[in-house]
Each structure stands twice: as C-alpha cells, then as structure tokens.
C-alpha cells in the first residue's frame, strides 16, 4: 500500500508482563520502505552521509489513561502513525504500557529485561523505577547530540526545565524534558445540574463541601431511581490524581517545605493528619465509595459518565471533552470548572509549582540511531507542519483550514469518540502536553471557560521549596520512604489504613511518622537540609 510515497506495512506487537492487574496495550508499528529521496527532509544539522540511514524509532510510553491510546481501534491509529511519518520523515512506532501504578511495574520489567527501544519516557532519569540507570551507564549523555544535532531543542523548552535534576546529573544532560505546557493545569470539575438540582452553589469552604456530599448522597441527584449510588467525591487507587483535600490544609503529598531549619516532607507534618482525618470522615459519612482504595483509576472515566460521581480532581484541558460528553440518562448534564473548597486557614493548594517537566524521554545506550532520534525530536519542536498536527492532527479529518483559519470541531466523530484528540494532542506529541497549548486551546468551544480555569489553576499554585531536588541518596532502595501517594509507601499503606478505620487515626499517624523517620527518613531530611543551604547560597 503506497501512501504519500510511502510503502506502508504493518505489524503489531503486543509485550505481556506478569505486574498485577497489567493493562499493556500493544501499538501499531509503521514501518516505511523504500528509497531515502522519497521522503520528506527533516530539519537538523550534521553532515551527510551516502551511508543508508536508520529513520526507524521505537517509542516506549504509558497510555496515560487516555482513552483512545488504550482502547482506539488500530487502524485509526495507524492513520496518525502514518501522517506523523509522512511530515517528519520518520517511521515513528508506539508501545503502550499502562498508567500510574501498572506503568511503574511493567516499566520497571522493561529495564529488567534491558529490552528498551529508542526514546523512553520516564518521571526522572533517575527515577527509582530504574534506579541507578544513569550510573550504570543505561542511558546516553545527550548533550552532545543536542548541541550538534538539535539547536532548537534548547531554544524551544525553557531553562528552567533544563536545571531540573529529573533531567541532567553531574552537569550532563540525560533526558529530554516533555512539557506541561503551563504553570498549572489542575481543578476540580462538578456537576452543575447536581448542584442545581440540590440549589447550592459551588462549595468554598470544607463545611459547604460536606453539606453538598450530604445532598448528593440523600437525592436522585443523577435521576436513576436508585438510592445510594452516587458519591460527593470520586477516589481511586490513583489517590495522586485524586487528592483535591489535602491542599485545604495547607500542604501536599511529595512535596517538601523548610520547617524551624529543617526541609522536611509534608506527609509527616501535623496538618497531614488534619487532612486524613477530613478524607475519614468522608469515607465515614458514606460520600466517597467504601473500595475506593482498590477501584482502578481507569474506572473513573465510566463513572463519571454514568452521573455516579458528582465531584473530582482533573485538568483545565479536559473540560471540553468531559463537558460535551452525553452523560447516560442525563440529558442535562453540565460541568463546571472551581478551586477547591479553602480549609480551616483559608488554604486551598491544589498543585505544587514545577519545572513544568511533564515527563522525560531518554535514549538508552543501546540504541543504534540515537542522532536520527534527536534530530526528530528537533523537527517536532521546530517544524511548522508539527505545530499544527500535534495541535489539530489531520487536516481534513481532524479539521479544516478556510482562508487561512483553523476550523476545529472538538465533537466532531474524529476528534470526540474516545476523546480522540488527546491522541495527537497528547499521546503521541513528543514534546509537550499539547491539551495545554494555546494553539489547541483557543479553537475550542467555551475558550474563554478554559482560559480562566487555567488562571484558577495558577491561584491555587503551592511553593514548592523542593522543586530542584535531586533524588536523595538516604532514600536510595527504600520506595517505602516515597513522600506521596505511592503504592508500596508507608503513606499510601498508613493513609489507607487509617481513612478505612484499620488504624487509629491518633495512634496511627504517630506510628508512621516514627515509622518513616526511623526506617532512613530523618537521614532523608538531613539530606534535604543539606541540599537546600547549598543550592540557596548559590
């Protein structure tokens, strides 16, 4: 099959892991043949060569529940692969693992295994899913390759994601950062028509909240006729997402705050304890489910359409999508955009500030093209034709172009089903989360909402005094020890316990602090306090 000059041949691969509950999604690999004049020029620098040139790269990714990269039907995602390939020049192939706690476990068996591909995405490039990577000499130092072959690299992502230790180490680049594409994106979304229905308006204060969570467990709120199925609040086993309480008390999981002399992480603090005690409380009352800590964030998704969740963290960029959604039964059905409710201080954090570092790509040492890989990632961020297919995908199925202007229908059948514009928008955009960009953004219905719920997102923006610390040594094999909402943590483990009763909530968060601190978190603090002076004299 020749398409745009290309001769076209599939093939699928599918990678089985032995992780609980494993959601592993295998992608369709486009592999183009043919001769090299037949394809388009890609940008970058280096000299040429008569050699035959490698343009094939693997890419190793999460599906980051995202719809239509975990359950999109295949064609319609080789006709993205094919047009990625027809622009840059590259026969660009996708795996997908799972998201969250399922991509941390199959990632972790991919390093074990050292069956990597081309660009890999991970949280750090010394994340402790491949702890020690760097060190080992798994993946390459980068910036050589930068400076030859993708000068605009440096130009496009900002410095400040370059200083971010989840990219260099030891004054060497790496990883390539992928990028949030705003300062802060996070929100809570409501259903109006349940606030409507119950005549209260959005809550902004924690009381408010649980006068809601009380209406929507005592009405029909969703009008199935059905009591007690629906919850003021949705919670999963992705309490990361999910948390949208502990900001109202002034603090949040995996964030690090200068305290009487010494950096120490929220979880560990009085005010945490505050915060799981509100959590109870809800979980007491019957307003949040009562397996929260074992339904899988893919669930969530289901939930909300069928009106059995009347409240939940999300991102600015989703309110288009959740909003034109038909929601089962509900024919009026409305979203709305809001800062969570502030907490007995008047604090309603929801987001810790960044580096704005989405993820990181990095290139392992085995791969064979590792200047083709960059130079592909030049055209990405430098390449107008890639502006507009990361930002409305296919012209003529994704959108149209009239006199010069974009014309996108987030509802049409391509863009919608599955919320398949998050494919190209954000599945496979290789350099930034592309539902943030401006260029996406501003073509969407109800642009002006969107645009303030980003600025409500940056209201509720917590300074983070950690936000360039390296990976600390004392912590070094002890995931137990992670300060957030991690599966295998002694937080996660104690939160559940104590929310769910198992523990006493007094006794019990006494005991995980002693715990943490005695099991390498008071050395992790010294650590903490150690780096901070030294990065602040500079």
């Known amino acids: 099959m020749k398409i745009g000059g290309f001769k076209v041949a599939y093939k699928a691969k599918k990678t089985i892991t032995t992780s609980v509950v494993t959601v592993l999604l295998s992608s369709i690999v486009l592999a183009a043949c043919g001769n090299s004049s037949d394809k388009p020029a890609v940008s970058g620098g280096g000299a040429a060569s008569t050699k035959p040139v490698n343009k094939d790269i693997k890419v190793l990714l ?3 529940n995202s719809g239509f990269a975990s359950k999109g039907p295949d064609d319609k995602k080789t006709k993205y692969y094919q047009e990625l390939s027809k622009l840059s020049g590259y026969n660009v192939s996708y795996e997908f693992l799972g998201h969250d706690i399922d991509f941390r476990q199959q990632l972790a068996l991919r390093f074990a295994s050292g069956e990597l591909p081309d660009l890999v995405r991970t949280a750090s490039v010394d994340w402790e899913v491949h702890q020690g990577a760097v060190d080992r000499g798994v993946f390459l130092d980068l910036g050589p390759l930068i400076d030859k072959y993708a000068p605009n690299l440096k130009k496009k992502i900002p410095e400040a994601a370059w200083k971010s230790p989840k990219v260099t180490k030891n004054g060497k680049i790496y990883g390539i950062p992928v990028l949030n594409g705003a300062a802060a994106d996070r929100i809570m979304f409501y259903r109006q028509d349940f606030l409507d229905k119950v005549n209260m308006s959005v809550p902004k204060t924690l009381d408010e909240f649980l006068k809601f969570a009380e209406a929507v467990k005592t009405t029909d709120v969703n009008n199935d006729g059905i009591p007690n199925n629906t919850w003021a609040l949705s919670l999963t086993d992705g309490m990361s997402w999910n948390d949208v309480f502990t900001g109202s008390f002034g603090l949040r999981p995996g964030t690090w705050h200068m305290r009487n002399g010494k950096l120490e992480p929220d979880i560990i603090q009085p005010q945490m304890k505050e915060a799981i005690a509100f959590y109870k409380q809800l979980y007491d009352k019957g307003y949040i489910e009562k397996d929260f800590i074992t339904k899988k964030q893919g ?20 309110y288009a999508a959740v909003a034109a959604q038909e929601f ?48 592909f990632l030049e055209w990405a961020w430098s390449s ?6 990361f930002a409305y995908g296919i012209k003529d ?28 928008q954000l599945s496979i955009n290789v350099r930034e989360n592309g539902l943030n960009n401006p260029l996406a953004l501003k073509v969407l219905p109800n642009s002006d909402k969107i645009l303030k719920g980003y600025d409500d997102a940056k209201s509720v923006l917590m300074k983070n005094d950690a936000m360039y610390m390296p990976p600390l040594k004392a912590m070094d094999g002890r995931p137990e020890l992670n300060p957030g909402f991690v599966a295998g943590s002694l937080f996660y483990d104690w939160f559940a316990k104590m929310v769910v009763g198992k523990e006493d909530l007094d006794k ?31």
Do not use: C
Request: hydrophobic share 30%; charged share 25%.
């Open 384 to 389: 107008p034709e890639a502006d507009k297919f």
């Open 508 to 538: 019990g968060f006494d005991t995980f602090v002693a715990e943490w601190k005695k099991r390498g978190g008071d050395a992790a603090i010294k650590e903490a306090t150690d780096w901070y002076n030294s990065f602040n004299k500079k």
């Open 328 to 375: 089962t039964n509900q024919p009026k059905g409305a979203i709305t955009m809001a800062v969570p409710p502030k907490g007995p201080r008047g604090e309603n954090f929801l987001q810790a500030e960044t580096d704005q570092v989405y993820f990181v790509w990095t290139i392992p040492a085995t791969t064979k093209n590792p200047e083709e890989v960059i130079k």
């Open 62 to 64: 999460s599906h980051n």
């Open 397 to 424: 199925f994704n959108y149209t172009e009239e006199n010069g202007q974009i014309k996108f229908d987030p509802k049409g059948p391509n863009n919608s089903q599955l919320n398949e514009k998050e494919f190209f």
């Open 299 to 318: 669930d969530r998704g289901t939930d909300i359409a069928k009106g059995t969740v009347a409240a939940w963290g999300a991102a600015t960029y989703q």
